[in-house]
C-alpha cells in the first residue's frame, strides 16, 4: 500500500480487535492549529475504514492520532476501573508516498503504538 495513516486496534486483554472504538487524525500546523483529516470507528477487522487509508489529506508534517480507548472499556464492559481515556499519538509524515501503518495494542492500564509495516 503506498501513502496513507492506517491505525489497527487491538484490545489484547480481551483477545480481540477494537470494534466501534473511536479515532481521529489530526494534522498539526506549526501555528499550532490542527485539522481533522479523518474521523470515524475501528471496523471489525481492527482497521478504521477511512480514505486516509489511501492517503487522502496526507502531506509532509505532523500529526496526532487520538485514539478513544477509556470510551470503549467502558461502552464494551471492562470490568476493570477506568484509567485510559484519551490516548493521543504524535508522529511526523516525512514522506507522503510511504505509508504510515500504527497498530496499537492495548489493556485497561496501558498500551503500545509503534509504526508498523
Do not use: C, W
Amino acid at each position: 500500500m503506498a501513502g496513507g495513516i492506517s491505525v489497527h486496534a487491538v484490545d489484547v486483554a480481551r483477545g480481540r480487535v477494537a470494534e466501534g472504538m473511536a479515532v481521529r487524525i489530526d494534522r498539526l500546523a506549526p501555528d499550532g492549529t490542527r485539522v481533522t483529516i479523518a474521523e470515524g470507528r475501528i471496523g471489525a477487522n481492527g482497521l478504521l475504514d477511512h480514505p486516509v487509508t489511501q492517503g487522502a489529506g496526507v502531506e509532509a508534517g505532523d500529526y496526532e492520532v487520538l485514539m478513544e480507548i477509556g470510551a470503549f472499556l467502558a461502552a464494551t464492559g471492562s470490568d476493570a476501573p477506568p484509567f485510559l481515556g484519551v490516548v493521543p499519538f504524535r508522529f511526523r509524515v516525512f514522506d507522503a508516498a510511504q505509508h504510515y501503518h500504527l497498530p496499537i495494542k492495548f489493556t485497561p492500564f496501558g498500551y503500545s503504538l509503534y509504526r508498523g509495516a
